[in-house]
């Protein structure tokens, strides 16, 4: 699945995000190698994963599966499931979870 920051709107908005916050050198390295993060509109659980990705500067590719059948199945085939958020890591699949569990992922690898 090609990791495409102008996808969508959302995606864009990350692209514009993160460009402002890294160096160009740095966005090249991290853009094949970004987390995708994929979130349901109106998802609690979503929100507050995003808020706390967004609130420690870790940046991540956001992909909506609402309404975007290709990105569902994306998911499903990732995640085996159709709960959100999923998470794909580098290969490294977090899903159907929420801080709780995403802390400890995110420790595990010397993110936070």
């Known amino acids: 699945m090609p990791r495409n920051l102008s996808g969508c709107g959302h995606c864009a908005s990350a692209g514009l995000l ?3 916050r890294f160096p160009r050198a740095m966005i090249a390295r991290m853009s094949s190698s970004l987390p995708i993060v994929y979130v349901k509109t109106g998802c609690p659980w979503c ?3 995003l808020e706390f990705l967004e609130g420690r500067r870790i940046p991540f590719q956001k992909v909506t599966v609402t309404g975007n059948r290709e990105a569902m199945d994306a998911m499903v085939a990732l995640s085996g499931q159709s709960k959100a958020p ?4 580098n290969g490294e699949v977090l899903a159907d979870f929420g801080v709780d569990e995403l802390v400890p992922f ?3 690898r010397g993110v936070i």
């Not at 999923?86 to 890591?89: N, R």
């Open 18 to 20: 993160i460009a402002q």
């Open 86 to 89: 999923a998470m794909d890591w």
């Open 106 to 108: 995110l420790k595990e």
């Open 47 to 49: 929100e507050e994963v």
